[in-house]
């Protein structure tokens, strides 16, 4: 696993424990987000991705999905078909290199509801 550039293992507990840090690469393609891994998923891309998933929620769970342009950018991405977002729209990708588009999201049982979001972050 590789960490998104600002986070580091020292500042993140152990996969799997509350807080932690679960740094995805990904390429082109397909996403799955495994949801026990910590409470924060830095995904950064390094292609398109054409469809995301979270796995293994449980009902109550909050977790920031955080999507990460490479040095590259112009990445696009697809949320999870079960996100749901203040006022029924997802935020508008940012495509700038080194740019970033995180939600944070509160699953209910059956959805991933959106609580706050920060985009556009460099």
């Known amino acids: 696993m590789t960490l998104a550039a600002g986070y580091s293992d020292r500042k993140a507990p152990s996969a799997g424990s509350p807080h932690a840090v679960n740094g995805v690469t990904a390429p ?3 996403v799955a987000v495994n949801a026990n891994k910590g409470d924060l ?3 950064t891309m390094t292609g398109n991705i054409s469809s995301s998933s979270i796995t293994n929620p ?3 769970q909050i977790i920031t999905l955080e999507w990460l342009q490479d040095g590259t950018g112009t990445r696009t991405y697809v949320w999870p078909a079960n996100c749901k977002f ?4 997802a935020p508008a990708a940012s495509t700038l290199a080194n740019y970033s588009d ?3 999201f509160r699953y209910d049982g059956t959805n991933w509801r959106e609580i706050s979001r ?3 972050v460099r």
């Open 28 to 30: 082109a393609g397909t």
């Open 41 to 43: 998923h830095v995904i």
């Open 58 to 60: 449980t009902v109550g």
């Open 86 to 89: 203040a006022g029924g729209a």
């Open 102 to 104: 995180s939600v944070t």
């Open 118 to 120: 920060a985009v556009a």
